[in-house]
């Protein structure tokens, strides 16, 4: 990956915005998964470069934010809160269920997260950060499948609107 002369100008924009350059690797970061779908190693390399820090530092970064995707391209990132509220309403009996039935899928990630802050809807999912909530297996699985065919439009994977 390399940045788009688009991004490029985004990044350049980004960066001075701060006092010092490194302050703008989260953004950065999201922006390179922004283009990409997720953050390649050479996305990780080019942002180090663009802020001065090694690559390596870079990497301790976006691994510890669970954000950052660094496991190849997806379509969509389907996040199923776990936490109290849906815990008590079938969050983990969701997110098994989601994480079977798209287990093979090329164009789906499923994660369990730890709060999505939607307890009154409980349990509460996102599709590319879009929520969704009151859900059941069903339902949960029609939306996702909605998204996949075109009938809803994605954000893209770090939630920014798509053109």
Not at 119 to 147: K, L, R, W
């Amino acid at each position: 990956m390399t940045f788009s002369a688009e991004s490029r100008e985004r990044a350049q924009e980004i960066i001075g915005r701060y006092p010092f350059a490194r302050s703008a690797v989260l953004p950065l970061l999201h922006l390179a998964q922004e283009q990409d779908g997720w953050v390649s190693p050479e996305a990780i390399a080019e942002v180090a470069a663009l802020v001065g820090l090694e690559p390596a530092q870079v990497l301790g970064t976006c691994s510890f934010y669970t954000m950052y995707k660094r496991d190849g391209q997806k379509h969509l990132v389907v996040s199923v809160c776990t936490n109290v509220s849906c815990l008590v309403n079938g969050g983990p009996e969701l997110y098994e269920s989601l994480s079977e039935k798209y287990a093979d899928a090329g164009d789906v990630m499923v994660e369990e997260v730890e709060c999505l802050a939607a307890c009154d809807t409980a349990p509460v999912f996102q599709v590319n950060y879009e929520f969704h909530g009151n859900a059941t297996d069903e339902s949960a699985a029609a939306t996702i499948d909605e998204y996949r065919s075109g009938a809803r439009v994605a954000r893209g994977v770090s939630g920014g609107k798509r053109a």
